[in-house]
């Protein structure tokens, strides 16, 4: 089997999971199947042969910030029957939106590539540019003040979140 | 001091006298106030006749300049020449003469300091006038004493009972003299396109030695504009109704503006412009026809006024229409010298009129005053005087003036000399009438007014004095060549030698013997009104009829010939109609509807666009998506 | 590297140019039509992941680590935002005990 057969099945797998994400109607569905788009998407990172990109995708994305958000939804209690739904017009104006959307963006990338991309994307590499010490090389050298910064960039959102969230001493209703 | 210096001098001293006075005067004392307005012009006129014994040859005074463009420009400067300094004496002699009056009549007003503030303003405006260099400076002057006049004739706007006629009064004068303003503006644009210059010795260099050609169409229309101009100044037909109105104001103002200096801005004009005129003989035709025809319908109409301020304006008006026909013949010299004997008794009998009012605590119907010559004999003896000097009483300076212009007249036209003399006749009938009403007979108002009769004080009879004597004696200035054959025509050898233009005209030639005849003439025809009016209104106590009993040419002539109504029918109320047609229409629909339409479309408008913000996040983030649509489908089309 | 092995050949990268596309626009359609705020964090979430795929397909396709760098910046920026914005959203709740976006609508007129 060739590779490409792989990943096209692959890249449908993703776009099938994804479709579920929105169109499913229990919220709860909705962060099970995009758990399961990014577990795909890890899968296409380990094709391309990117493969601590692929864990630390999962661990961080599956694996992190959407058990917060199934975690936000339990705490707020939600089911079916009270999941908002929004009018026929806007469905068809969003559908037309995206449409129109995707039929550009395709457009215009046909026009950049114009079929002169001879080159694929080689998988079979002999660098190892996906590997560990390759990226932290990079990181700690070309990459090393953003990576400070972003340092500083978690501690203000920790912050933020927890002045946002905390409660009041006054009872609220 | 050198004669600039001095002209300079003699332009400030009123301007400084005004600007003290209108700044610190309502601080100082009434006396201060009044005599720093009175000395400034006594000085004033001792630096012009400083200047009047020094000058020989007409200097000019270059200021500064205005406007130095291209092809025009204009420089205040002055022009010192015999006619400008002749001028400049009658204006500040007789002016000066008012101000020491006045600080007497206006003792008991409120608004003293303001009188002589306005006061010197306008000698100040009326100085630039007849000094002036140029047609400029003297449209500057001709407008400063317009406003003088305005601010001086509408002086009490502020009184009880008539403080509203006072200021419309005064904004009549002010727009009537408007309209001649507009026709001297367009004579002055006129001679300028025509000439390139406003200067009076350039366009006479033009003109006289140059000769420069002219199509008999320009120069007519440029002098016709002017004398348009000098008509409503000096209140000739059609646009004399303002002056017997502007008796509204005191009586010093209507001796100063209404009879000695402003209304002879007119006929300064015209004598200063004498080439032009004399290029143009279809508008001395003109003004000799109008000046004809106010002297008689204003003669008429002041033959049964009951006012003694109206019937003086009227006699202002018809001496100016004297003056006009003197112009028209091209006498330019004789009238200038009934303009100068004019100011002497016309100021005179204003201010001996001023003199009777004051004593008859402000009295002005002459049916309302009679017996006065015993109680006020100063006040009676130079009113004698005058009215005896304006009605052609042999050897009083009027006699000699008017005889002048008879003089002409008579070489020119038998017909005009005929209407001359019925409007000079006219004139002897209602000014002996107004004198024997006042002064003779019994005294025919209230017991209270007669027991307050009391004569002027000195500073209001001295000028008085003065003028009577300058009337008596002012015809010496330019006698007739009859009895001495030396020193006569004074002035009208000073002003031919002295003036641009006036040498060119052509001198009448009388012989002695048709001269005399003339004078014999017009001597009889005064002595018999004279004894005919003594007759009628002293021997046989002729009174002025009431109001309801005026029958036939007596109603007409006190209505004065319903000029004022015919006016206000075709004039005044089209005007008002038409504002406030303006008003509806104009203002309220169109202005405040395109203005507050405006207001209203913009607000609807933006009520519109207010729909698209509907808050709801998916809506904007719709839209947000179809502009990065449009955005990437503008840049694949366009590359 | 052991799958590198196995296989010898490569994929084309418009397969992955057109794969990160449609999840992008997968993304954008689920924000634009679903109301729930949760969902609509979660969609942009996909967004965010459907431009990693970019990043990394381009990253092995110049022989570069750098895109795959830049991944990581994105995940972190991400992460953070998710937590700001949950906890906006508990807030929210807490005042009005819904998560509606349609009812959110005072920025009207």
């Known amino acids: ?173 | 001091m050198t004669i600039e210096q001095l002209i300079i001098a003699i332009l400030l001293l009123p301007l400084l006298g005004g600007f003290i006075n209108g700044t610190l005067g309502k601080k100082l004392p009434k006396v201060v106030v009044g005599s720093i307005a009175t000395v400034a012009m006594f000085a004033a006129f001792a630096l012009a006749l400083t200047v009047f014994s020094q000058l020989h040859e007409q200097k000019i005074v270059n200021l500064f300049a205005i406007l130095s463009l291209e092809g025009i420009s204009l420089n205040a400067s002055l022009l010192v020449d015999h006619l400008s300094i002749w001028m400049t004496l009658i204006v500040t002699g007789v002016g000066s003469l008012i101000h020491l009056f006045s600080m007497g009549y206006m003792k008991h007003d409120k608004g003293y300091y303001k009188f002589f503030t306005y006061l010197n303003l306008f000698i100040f405006a009326m100085l630039i006038l007849v000094l002036g260099s140029n047609y400029f400076m003297l449209f500057f002057g001709w407008e400063g004493v317009g406003i003088c006049s305005y601010l001086l004739i509408g002086f009490h706007y502020s009184d009880a009972e008539k403080g509203l006629l006072n200021g419309l009064a005064a904004r009549k004068a002010f727009i009537m003299n408007r309209i001649g303003d507009l026709g001297l503006l367009i004579g002055l644009f006129l001679i300028l396109q025509q000439f390139g210059t406003l200067e009076y010795n350039q366009l006479a260099d033009m003109v006289l030695l140059d000769k420069v050609p002219v199509s008999t169409w320009m120069i007519f229309g440029i002098t016709v504009c002017l004398f348009i101009g000098a008509t409503g100044k000096s209140a000739q037909i059609p646009l004399f109704t303002w002056l017997p109105d502007a008796m509204a104001g005191p009586t010093p103002v209507s001796a100063l503006i209404h009879a000695a200096t402003m209304v002879t801005a007119g006929i300064f004009l015209v004598v200063r412009s004498n080439y032009l005129f004399e290029m143009s003989p279809g508008t001395q035709d003109i003004m000799l026809y109008i000046g004809l025809a106010t002297s008689l319908l204003a003669a008429f109409m002041a033959m049964r006024q009951n006012d003694i301020k109206k019937v003086l304006a009227y006699s202002t008006v018809s001496q100016l229409g004297l003056l006009f026909v003197s112009l028209g013949m091209g006498a330019y010299t004789a009238a200038i010298f009934h303009v100068t004997t004019h100011a002497f008794f016309k100021a005179l009998l204003f201010l001996g009129s001023g003199s009777v009012i004051h004593a008859l605590s402000d009295e002005q119907d002459i049916r309302l005053m009679g017996g006065l010559r015993k109680k006020i004999p100063v006040t009676h003896i130079t009113f004698l005087i005058g009215t005896l000097a304006i009605s052609g009483f042999p050897l009083l300076s009027g006699f000699y003036s008017k005889d002048e212009i008879v003089v002409h007249a008579f070489a020119e036209n038998k017909l005009l000399y005929v209407l001359l003399m019925i409007s000079i006749a006219m004139t002897a009938i209602y000014m002996f009438r107004l004198y024997f009403l006042v002064f003779f007979g019994a005294f025919r108002g209230s017991k209270e007014v007669e027991s307050h009769i009391h004569e002027a004080p000195a500073n209001m009879s001295l000028p008085l004095v003065i003028l009577a004597i300058l009337s008596v004696f002012g015809g010496i200035l330019n006698l007739p060549g009859i009895w001495l054959k030396s020193g006569t025509h004074w002035l009208s050898h000073y002003l031919e030698h002295g003036v641009r233009g006036l040498s060119n005209v052509e001198a009448v030639h009388t012989s002695s013997g048709v001269s005399l005849m003339l004078m014999v003439v017009a001597v009889t025809m005064t002595l018999v009104i004279l004894a005919v009016t003594y007759i009628l209104y002293v021997r046989k106590s002729g009174l002025p009829k009431a109001d309801q009993d005026l029958k036939g040419w007596e109603l007409w002539s006190a209505k004065k010939l319903y000029f004022d109504e015919i006016y206000n029918f075709l004039f005044v109320k089209p005007i008002e109609w038409l504002s406030v047609q303006g008003h509806r229409v104009i203002e309220l629909i169109v202005l405040n509807g395109a203005v507050t339409g405006t207001a209203k479309w913009i607000g609807k408008s933006g009520e519109l666009v207010k729909k698209w913000q509907t808050g709801q996040t998916a809506s904007y983030l719709l839209w947000m998506v179809f502009g990065i649509v449009g955005l990437v489908v503008y840049y694949l089309i366009k590359f | 590297m052991i799958l590198a092995t196995i296989f010898e050949s490569g994929v084309k990268i418009e397969l992955y140019l057109i794969l990160s596309t449609v999840l992008f626009i997968i993304g954008v359609l689920g924000v634009l039509l679903r109301r729930n705020a949760i969902i609509l964090l979660m969609c942009i979430e996909l967004m965010l992941n459907a431009v990693n795929l970019l990043l990394v397909a381009f990253s092995t396709y110049f022989g570069k680590a750098d895109g795959q760098l830049f991944v990581f910046f994105i995940m972190v920026v991400a992460a953070a935002e998710a937590t700001v914005g949950l906890s906006i959203l508990v807030l929210i709740y807490r005042n009005t005990r819904s998560v509606d976006v349609g009812i959110f609508n005072k920025l009207k007129g």
């Open chain 1, 1 to 173: 089997m060739s590779l490409e057969i792989i990943a096209i099945i692959l890249g449908g797998l993703t776009i099938g999971s994804a479709l579920l994400v929105i169109l499913s109607k229990s919220p709860v569905n909705s962060v099970l199947f995009l758990i399961l788009t990014f577990v795909m998407i890890s899968s296409n990172y380990v094709l391309m042969n990117a493969q601590f990109l692929a864990i630390v995708n999962i661990i961080v994305y599956a694996g992190a910030i959407m058990v917060l958000f199934l975690f936000v939804l339990m705490l707020l209690n939600l089911n079916k029957e009270n999941e908002p739904k929004s009018s026929l017009l806007m469905k068809f104006a969003a559908v037309l939106a995206g449409g129109s959307l995707l039929i550009v963006f395709v457009a215009a990338l046909r026009d950049s590539v114009g079929g002169k991309l001879v080159e694929t994307v080689q998988t079979v590499s002999t660098n190892d540019q996906g590997m560990v010490e390759n990226l932290g090389h990079l990181l700690f050298t070309k990459y090393v003040l953003p990576f400070e910064v972003s340092s500083v960039l978690f501690i203000s959102a920790m912050v933020g979140a927890i002045l946002l969230a905390k409660r009041e001493k006054q009872i609220i209703d």
